[in-house]
């Protein structure tokens, strides 16, 4: 799937219910996973915040690709060959079960916030700010 809604449409579930995989670096090159529904958008601050540093950017595709192991757009949030802090948007944990990235963007694995937290050892923050297509 190339998208978190067509990903959604394609499973008949909310586009919330998949579960994207950002990867960011830090000011300090330290390369995070940041989890946040698909109907959602990350807060660079908030993640900045709680990861503890002053700044963050997205991963060029080559530094997610190398750090994870995975191309961007099929990025699991674990299984990674090197531990990466993951950070996990508190609105995940409104959802039963979710669908993330599966290791190709055609391939998605279901799991629950609760699964995803104890395998990943993840942060749980508010981290993201809902898209204009989820604001009442």
Same mark, same amino acid.
Request: net charge neutral; proline share 8%; hydrophobic share 40%.
């Given at each position: 799937? $190339?998208?978190?809604?067509?990903?959604?449409? /394609?499973?008949?579930? =909310?586009?919330?219910?998949?579960? %994207?995989?950002?990867?960011? $670096?830090?000011?300090?090159?330290?390369?995070?996973?940041?989890?946040? &529904?698909?109907?959602?958008?990350?807060?660079? %601050?908030?993640?900045? !915040?709680?990861?503890?540093?002053? %700044?963050? =950017?997205?991963?060029?595709? /080559? !530094?997610?690709? /190398? =750090?994870?192991?995975?191309?961007?757009?099929? $990025?699991? &949030?674990?299984? *990674? @060959? *090197?531990?990466? !802090?993951?950070?996990?948007?508190?609105?995940?944990? +409104?959802?039963? #079960?979710?669908?993330?990235?599966?290791?190709? @963007? +055609?391939?998605?694995?279901?799991?629950?916030? =609760? +699964?995803?937290?104890?395998?990943? %050892?993840?942060?749980?923050?508010?981290?993201?700010?809902?898209? #204009?297509?989820? $604001?009442?």
């Amino acid at each position: 799937m $190339t998208t978190a809604a067509a990903a959604a449409q /394609e499973l008949g579930i =909310a586009v919330g219910g998949i579960f %994207k995989s950002l990867v960011f $670096t830090t000011d300090t090159d330290e390369v995070l996973v940041v989890v946040l &529904p698909g109907d959602r958008r990350v807060d660079f %601050k908030a993640v900045a !915040r709680v990861a503890g540093c002053r %700044k963050v =950017a997205f991963a060029s595709r /080559e !530094r997610a690709l /190398e =750090a994870t192991g995975y191309p961007p757009g099929g $990025t699991p &949030p674990l299984g *990674h @060959p *090197h531990a990466l !802090r993951v950070f996990v948007d508190a609105a995940v944990l +409104e959802y039963p #079960e979710g669908y993330g990235g599966g290791g190709r @963007p +055609e391939l998605l694995l279901r799991l629950t916030p =609760a +699964e995803l937290l104890r395998v990943t %050892k993840g942060t749980v923050g508010t981290l993201s700010i809902p898209t #204009e297509a989820t $604001t009442p």
